[in-house]
């Protein structure tokens, strides 16, 4: 068994190999039916490798939501530039985020669709979504005071948590629509939120004058 | 034992009152640990005669997930009506659902929190939310008709998606803030996404011209 395994490969790089092999196997057969010895086969080693580097089952499936993750984050982080306008953090930051579900459809199905059906996980989702309604909330919170307005904490909020949601639901549309490009994607989710935050920035609530 | 149990209450009324105290306990207790004594105790009869009525704790969460699941649709269909703007629908729509909310917390707990994340419920909450997506889709491409335009399907396809995960999004936000009334959680959303769906209505989609 030693012969096949390249054994001057870094860990790091191993580690790499078999979270690759591990999405790919959990995308193809879901948690409960992927066996360690398939994402042994896939990355071309031998289980007792597979648990000696990354744990259980369990502990490989979490260690690929955090490494999706990190990788979502990253994408966002480099082109959400704090000196661009809102709008084009937005714009940028959707970009970014729809290219990755489309260009790791496979990480997104285990990170999302698959993760957040399977208890032991949904919390470490829970959490990536709570960083993320922060960093959205942050972020629109920034752009009403450079517009020289107190930002009311509750609208700030409720408006990340609006436009949270709705990104992550497109991204399932896209998922299931894979003849639309990422940046459709994107410039329909700026299509339903844009002037909802744009409004948000000019201190302009929706109220339910008129209709109620 | 017998003694205990009132024989002369019609089904219905029993299966309900079953019902109530299930959702009571899976809200309290989580659906891992909730044990079918406990629902038995809470509703006041024996274990036997749960399992006779509802079958095993997976069919009774399925039933309790049914049930809140139709209540919901029952208090949106009755305040959705054709003849309404499409403002007004949306606004109406989305009071329904946050009082829906707030009056059933622990059955919106049971309905999507929990059963979102376990694994045999995911499908039938995804359909529920695939449903909600078809009301409102159809919602909107009349609305597109109405005024004389044919409505790009996937334009309101994707605009469906972004108003029910961002609907979804701002429960959560609801649930874990109890000072918060249902209508105010109700007109946020509307903040967020009726500019965006008005501006579907009128033909005019967000654009990266100039930001790209």
Do not use: N
């Not at 698959?114 to 829970?126: V, Y």
């Not at 309604?133 to 517009?147: D, F, H, I, K, P």
């Not at 003849?179 to 909802?196: F, P």
């Amino acid at each position: 068994m030693l012969a096949t395994v390249p054994v001057r490969v870094p860990r790091a790089i191993r580690e790499q190999q078999m979270l690759d092999a591990a999405v790919s196997v959990f995308a193809r057969s879901g948690y409960v039916t992927a066996s360690m010895e398939d994402v042994a086969a896939q990355a071309g080693i031998t289980k007792p490798m597979v648990y000696a580097y990354l744990g259980t089952k369990e502990e490989l499936f979490s260690a690929c939501l955090r490494r999706e993750g990190t990788r979502l984050m990253e994408a966002l982080v480099e082109v959400v530039r704090p000196e661009l306008a809102a709008e084009q953090q937005l714009w940028q930051g959707l970009r970014a985020f729809y290219g990755f579900v489309a260009a790791h459809r496979d990480g997104w199905d285990v990170l999302y669709r698959q993760g957040r059906a399977l208890a032991p996980f949904a919390a470490q989702i829970d959490g990536m979504r709570a960083r993320m309604v922060e960093v959205v909330g942050g972020m629109l919170g920034r752009a009403v005071q450079a517009r020289g307005r107190v930002p009311d904490a509750d609208d700030v909020e409720a408006m990340a948590y609006a436009f949270v949601g709705a990104a992550e639901s497109v991204a399932d549309w896209l998922i299931d629509h894979q003849e639309i490009a990422a940046d459709r994607a994107a410039s329909r989710m700026m299509s339903a939120v844009w002037l909802g935050a744009e409004s948000l920035l000019r201190g302009e609530i929706w109220r339910p004058s008129g209709v109620d």
